[in-house]
């Protein structure tokens, strides 16, 4: 039978109008949760990427502000830049975008943000908490990864789970969300061996590898929930996931498109992010 598509456009719609109502309440208790966004140089893509944060936050009702600097910007610059919002209590969120022009170390930008206002879920004290499995704030793509696999109905606990992929920002956050919810994680990588026989016990499987077309319907157990964090552009220009869509969608119980699948769930996670530093930092 051919899989359920989990259309991460429609599960992001309705966490927002859920969003959209809290921040109402927020409102009229003198609380206006606030975003701010860093954007240092003119990559296209990072352009694209911060002006669909600023339509979500105004479609959930969030203060956005976009400060936009020069790729000659320096990192004593923008570490001044970061201390000033870590003061501001109208800013409640702080999102530096990346990549970084290659001057500007990421590490030392990451940790010039106030935990308590890092949306990104990328400090190390956020990850430490992460990892303890303290209240924190979660990276968004993980946690919308997570969010989308609940609401196929899909009980987690027990399911056996592989992850493909090991960055920082994906694999790593993914396999300990999962492991969280008492999922057994196993861990695949670029060297991973044999991965097809690791692929094939997956009850649930999420791929994050930055490799166009990669997973076949060879490497999916019967029934599967596939979860397909890539963005591939290929030469054609069209986007394209990490996963084979047409021959995995015969073969899975839920599959996830690209676009529309995983990526409206990251700006999404975003907003709520925002949402839960303002509420925090008001000690509501
Ligand atoms: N660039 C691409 N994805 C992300 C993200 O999730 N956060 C930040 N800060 N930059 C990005």
Same mark, same amino acid.
């Given at each position: %039978? ?19 109502? !809290?921040?109402? !309440? ?7 949760? +606030? ?10 893509a990072?352009?694209?990427y911060?002006?669909?944060?600023? #339509? ?23 570490? +001044?830049?970061? !201390? ?9 969120? =702080? ?18 943000? &106030? ?5 990104? +879920? ?7 908490? %992460?990892? =303890? ?8 793509t ?12 899909? !009980?987690?606990?027990?399911? &056996? ?9 994906v ?17 695949? &990588? ?18 994050a590898?930055g490799?166009p &077309? %990669? ?11 596939? =979860?397909d964090v890539g963005v591939n552009r290929i030469?054609?220009? #069209?986007l394209v996931g990490d ?15 690209v676009p529309g699948g995983v990526g409206?769930?990251t700006?999404? %996670? ?15």
């Open positions: %039978m051919a899989a359920t598509i989990l259309q991460g456009k429609e599960v992001a719609a309705s966490i927002r109008a859920e969003l959209a109502e !809290e921040v109402n !309440e927020l409102k009229k208790q003198g609380l206006t949760p +606030g975003l701010t966004v860093v954007l240092v140089g003119d990559d296209p990072s352009h694209s911060v002006r669909g944060k600023e #339509k979500g936050c105004a479609e959930v009702g969030i203060r956005s502000e976009i400060i936009l600097k020069d790729a000659a910007t320096t990192e004593a610059e923008l570490v +001044g830049i970061i !201390e000033e919002l870590n003061q501001n209590p109208n800013v409640h969120g =702080i999102l530096v975008q990346l990549p970084l022009p290659a001057h500007i170390s990421e590490t030392a930008i990451i940790e010039a943000i &106030h935990p308590s206002k890092d949306v990104d +879920g990328f400090h190390p004290i956020s990850v430490g908490n %992460m990892v =303890i499995g303290n209240k924190t704030l979660l990276p968004c993980p946690h919308g990864v997570i969010e989308l696999i609940k609401r196929t109905g899909t !009980e987690i606990a027990g399911k &056996h789970a592989v992850v493909i992929g090991r960055s920082n920002i694999g790593k956050p993914v396999a300990l969300l999962l492991q969280q919810e008492n999922a057994t994680v196993t861990m695949c &990588h670029s060297r991973t061996q044999n991965l097809q026989e690791f692929t094939q016990k997956a009850d649930i499987l999420v791929v590898t490799k &077309h %990669m997973i076949g319907k060879e490497h999916v157990k019967p029934g599967a929930v596939v =979860i030469e054609s220009g #069209k996963v084979k869509f047409d021959e995995v969608q015969e073969v899975a119980s839920y599959l996830t498109p409206p769930m700006i999404t %996670m975003l907003l709520k992010n925002t949402v839960l530093a303002a509420k925090a930092q008001a000690g509501l």
